[in-house]
């Protein structure tokens, strides 16, 4: 089960997932041609995906989700799920401390603070036990990277998801699920309105203080996502992976 499936990092994670066999359902907010893409590239490559609509901001239509995600995986003969992706995001424009609003705070702590912690907390008695779950979190998050100015909202809840991924961790080792985030630097997906699209010029800087010399593929973190879920990665809990190709190193 994969949050934000519809585009960029979302959508890689599903196909890499996929392709090891495993049936994806996959969440959309807005763009439900993206996930319908999701969907039918999986099937054509022989796999199982479904997608359904969730808008994390909102934990009020948890409950809803639950009982929809529960039908699906009655049509798979199932009554639990392996592995829980939370990954939807959005970006922000940079704006200082000073000029922070209380919306945008709210806006950022919905979507990647309260939402990713109740829809896990909703879904946890289907998860199973022995499971996985990976958070989406950012190199904005972490205590090793350098701050840049204008993103100390995005930064503050992605950090947050950093240390619930160690309480996740240790509560829910007692049923054999192993919590882990990735920490992807910047990535060309549509975050920010498809802003790598509409502003290429951006690319080159940011490439050049990349140790790997370049920015990531969606397929770079989609990759690192399905290892952590896989059987390679049992002994793996309580991590924050970075993959950045070294960015600001
Ligand atoms: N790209 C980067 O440079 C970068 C760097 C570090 C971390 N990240 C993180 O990576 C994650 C994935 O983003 P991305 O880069 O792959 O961007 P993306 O291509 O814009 O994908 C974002 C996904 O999240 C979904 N989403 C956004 N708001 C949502 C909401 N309120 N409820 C439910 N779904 C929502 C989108 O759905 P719809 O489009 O259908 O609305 C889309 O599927 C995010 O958590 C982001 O913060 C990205």
């Keep these: 089960m994969i949050t934000g499936g519809s585009s960029g990092i979302g959508q890689s994670a599903a196909y890499e997932v996929a392709k090891r066999g495993i049936g994806v359902i996959l969440t ?62 959005v970006g922000q424009q940079p704006v200082m401390f000073e000029d922070t609003t209380d919306e945008l705070f709210d806006q950022m702590m919905r979507v990647h603070l309260k939402g990713p912690y109740f829809l896990t907390q909703t879904l946890l008695p289907l998860i199973a036990d022995g499971g996985s779950v ?9 205590l090793t990277s350098r701050p840049s100015p204008g993103y100390s909202v995005y930064g503050s809840m992605k950090g947050a998801q950093v240390v619930l991924t160690r309480y996740l961790a240790k509560e829910l080792s007692a049923r054999g699920i192993r919590v882990n985030a990735v920490a992807p630097g910047v990535t060309r997906t549509r975050l920010g309105d498809d802003a790598f699209a509409r502003y290429p010029d951006l690319i080159p800087p940011i490439a050049a203080q990349t140790a790997l010399g370049r920015i990531g593929e969606p397929d ?16 793996i809990t309580a991590q924050t992976l970075e993959a950045s190709g070294g960015y600001d190193l």
Excluded: C, H, M
Excluded at 48 to 76: C, I, S
Excluded at 134 to 141: E, L, N, P, R, Y
Excluded at 222 to 233: H, N, T, Y
């Design 28 to 89: 959309y907010r807005g763009n439900r041609d993206g996930a319908v893409e999701t969907v039918e590239r999986i099937e054509k490559d022989g796999g199982t995906a479904v997608a359904l609509p969730l808008d994390v901001g909102r934990v009020e239509t948890f409950g809803e989700f639950k009982t929809a995600l529960t039908e699906v995986l009655r049509q798979w003969e199932r009554t639990s799920f392996d592995f829980l992706v939370s990954n939807a995001g």
């Design 134 to 142: 990976v958070f989406t979190t950012s190199s904005a998050g972490l």
């Design 220 to 235: 770079d973190v989609g990759k690192v996502i399905a290892f952590l879920l896989s059987p390679e990665g049992t002994w």
